[in-house]
């Protein structure tokens, strides 16, 4: 991909972002979104593993779908430990790192620890806190991403640009 490129589709993803706010969020919306985000992998025969945790890491729901595994989770904690230092969703955090440089397996991000690659998004309210983060992990980065936060869209009822699936978004 050209640097004009990931410049474009960053500005997409943080119009996503902008978007994906919730008024308020507690286990039981929790619940129901994870519900339907695994209802909807289901339909489209997608296999994967969700999770949505508080900032602390308590982790309010987790479900792996068979053909996920050990793996799956780990990336996972790395999502979710790339959201929570960077604040934005962790295709950002990604895309941001193709634009400036930065990316894990620098000192100060061990890559064992950081995943600066689709999947992870943040629960954010409209005041701007954020409350939360849910990852998703098995499906090619930017299809994790993609499934994601369209779904999420979907549950809430909004629309949201989609990222350009035809750039090649290769790690």
Not at 22 to 28: G, P, R, S
Not at 107 to 124: Q, R, T, V
Request: with cysteine; glycine share 6%.
């Amino acid at each position: 991909m050209k640097k004009e490129e990931y410049k474009k589709t960053n500005e997409i993803v943080l119009k996503q972002e902008a978007r994906l706010l919730f008024q308020k969020f507690d286990h039981n919306l929790a619940f129901e979104l994870s519900n339907y985000i695994i209802e909807k992998a289901k339909k489209e025969n997608k296999v994967i593993a969700v999770s949505i945790r508080q900032l602390n890491g308590a982790i309010i729901f987790q479900y792996l779908m068979e053909g996920t595994n050990k793996k799956n989770q780990n990336w996972m904690n790395r999502k979710f430990n790339t959201v929570c230092f960077t604040r934005r969703s962790s295709f950002g955090a990604w895309l941001t790192g193709q634009i400036t440089g930065e990316r894990a397996g620098t000192p100060d991000l061990k890559e064992e620890e950081y995943a600066f690659c689709g999947g992870g998004f943040p629960i954010c309210l409209v005041t701007g806190e954020l409350v939360g983060v849910i990852t998703i992990s098995n499906l090619p980065h930017e299809m994790d991403h993609h499934f994601l936060v369209q779904t999420i869209a979907e549950w809430m009822k909004i629309e949201i640009p989609s990222i350009d699936l035809s750039y090649d978004y290769a790690l």
